[in-house]
């Protein structure tokens, strides 16, 4: 477990779930990511701008960790653009039939105690436990 | 404009939180589903930490009048357990898996500048389009 970093995981879960709740409170609904993103193909005009701010601050909120903490670190992706072509089409495709992912279903939805959220959670945990111990012995 | 302003705010919360997290960072997941000597249980503190909050949110801020920039609460109720919820989580499981991106992280990490990232949200871009088209026209059923 060398790669296991238990104090900014916590602190860093502790923030996104206050993100959750201001948006909660300001918006009075659950900070589902692919929930804003579906949102975006109901063509309501009138619901677009705070959609694409929020993807906007997304990416700056990460930069501002990056640039607070001197760019030391780095992500580590192994797979090839088909891959993840196909992992994206995915993960899309997943996300519109029931607009839930790891924020809206695991995070949200879990503090709802909503049975959809815990059971879609619960699956879509398996399938990625699943898909990444088939993967890694290919 | 109220409504602008806190979902920038949120986003640059939830975006600085994915960063400390690490959940940025595909590896940190990939090491989460590997079971293995080299097992990476950060996920699940992440998930613990936004639980806490959350947790205590969903509690007590619902029952306020209304939210401060909105006329009501959109909270979805639907407790219907059907084949589009699992086979969605499904779906969803194993696109996860393959490249351990979801769509906060992926979206977040645009920041890092790097060519497949844009390239993995262009496909989740296009999976739920596609997704939406179909559920639109071909699976109408109430959830």
């Known amino acids: 477990m060398e790669n296991f970093t238990p104090i900014s995981s916590l602190s860093g879960g502790a923030i996104i779930g206050l993100a959750v709740a201001i948006f909660l409170y300001t918006h009075g609904r659950p900070a589902g990511v692919s929930g804003i993103l579906i949102g975006l193909f109901t063509w309501q005009k009138r619901d677009y701008a705070w959609r694409i701010i929020f993807f906007i601050g997304l990416i700056l909120g990460t930069l501002i960790y990056r640039l607070s903490f001197g760019f030391d670190e780095t992500i580590s992706m192994y797979e090839s653009p088909i891959l993840l072509i196909i992992s994206g089409l995915l993960v899309g495709l997943g996300t519109a039939f029931s607009g839930g992912c790891t924020s809206g279903h695991g995070v949200c939805g879990i503090s709802r105690l909503s049975p959809r959220s815990i059971i879609a959670t619960g699956i879509f945990i398996l399938a990625a436990l699943i898909t990444v111990t088939i993967t890694l012995r290919v | ?143």
């Open chain 2, 1 to 143: 404009m109220g409504k602008n302003v806190s979902a920038l705010c949120v986003g640059l919360i939830f975006g600085f939180g994915l960063g400390l997290s690490q959940m940025v960072n595909p590896e940190k997941i990939i090491g989460f589903f590997n079971l293995s000597d080299a097992w990476d249980p950060s996920l699940a503190f992440v998930m613990i930490g936004a639980l806490a909050i959350s947790f205590i949110a969903f509690r007590y801020i619902p029952k306020i009048k209304k939210p401060l920039f909105s006329n009501n609460f959109e909270i979805p109720e639907g407790k219907i357990i059907n084949t589009k919820l699992i086979l969605e989580a499904i779906i969803f499981g194993v696109g996860w898996g393959i490249s351990g991106f979801c769509p906060g992280p992926a979206i977040s990490s645009i920041s890092y500048g790097y060519f497949e990232t844009i390239i993995f949200v262009g496909s989740m871009i296009m999976g739920a389009l596609l997704g939406k088209i179909i559920i639109n026209n071909f699976w109408k059923e109430k959830t």
